[in-house]
């Protein structure tokens, strides 16, 4: 008996709302046999095929006018591998669902992001990281995967298998194929003890180096139109679990980073004149403190206020610098920022796609609340990052081009020679990723 759905044609958007698509029909596959005839069926009827998964990006990487695939039935743990140290995991799996299925089962991942949202698949095809010395990107976790490519054949590979396609399909775009299984090396759970901290921009930009040499994860957000940062550090803990308390809990993440924020990013976009004012409270408000936790529960946090959001990778020796030039443009300018922009790592890695393939990494993110004008804001930013070698995440909102990308990734080239004999006719394709990718 199948349980593959087909629904009417209706808009499809995206969370952020920046992104409205009307595929010809969406499809919900409940196996992977299911999902290799929705390919085949629509090959021969010559439409487009993506999958998407919770929405999270602000890009239309998923976006198509064919046949939207949606991931909700490919779901939960295939097998666990203790000895290997490695969990598969279907594609369309939550990370949330996957975050607290490891720890019933006493594992973890070693680093992640901090929202888990989004589907594995979503996450890890798009380069979804957090901030870390050492320990890398979800996708930099991957051993295994499998994906469904354009002839409607069933491809595995890793390091071992079709090595070639591994190091390009980890972070691919959704331009090779719709995966369908992710293997990722998992560990024994542990502990983080997670201290956070004020620190004013000049402190913090001063010792950046020496903080993230000197802890495990090391992020910080400044606080525009003040001289005000919070900075977060997550180290392994060998202690006993010490959670925030229910309501010190409550208070910081839900009263003060949800509910009091919206209203105040509410106000900012209503009356912009009143964002420094509010922007000078709002980094005050957050005292610091330190608890310790299993991974999930100290890396994630929730996102209850809806923002839109560019992201830019930069050589790590540039950061500090570029943040700075962020600084005085937001301060001789007449722009008025309500969110905080954020500060994040991560060590060099093998992906050919991947915001840190090849070099030792530092993220700069900037946000604004959803539904405020951010093109001015994003623009003046984004000439900033790219006079650095940025390299936009692929998820965020951006406006570079496969001219300025082949440029930055010394390995693009690479990547594209795996989708032309993949995906030779871009079944997969859309109007991002021809912008992305070219043709």
Known sequence: MTRNRTTATRAWRNWAGTVTARPARVVTPASVEELTGVVRRAARDGLRVKAVGTGH?????????????????????????RAAGTVTVAAGTPLKRLNTALAREGLSLTNMGDIMEQTVAGATSTGTHGTGRDSASIAAQIRALELITADGSLLRCSAEENPEVFAAARIGLGALGVVTAVTLAVEPVFLLTAREEPMTFDRV???????VAENEHFEFYWFPHTGNCNTKRNNRSAGIAAPPGRLSGWIDDELLSNGAFQVACSLGRAVPATIPALSKISSRALSARTYTDIPYKVFTSPRRVRFVEMEYALPREAAIGALREVKAMIERSPLRVSFPVEIRTAPADDIALSTASGRETAYIAVHLYRGTPYRSYFTAVERIMTAHGGRPHWGKIHTRDAAYLSGVYPRFGEFTAVRDRLDPDRLFGNDYLRRVLGD
């Not at 602000?58 to 666990?80: H, K, M, Q, S, Y």
């Open 57 to 81: 990006s602000f890009t239309a990487a998923a976006a198509t006018d064919g046949v939207l695939i949606r991931p909700d039935l490919l779901t939960g743990i295939r097998e666990t591998d």
């Open 205 to 211: 930009t001063a010792e950046f180096d020496q903080h």
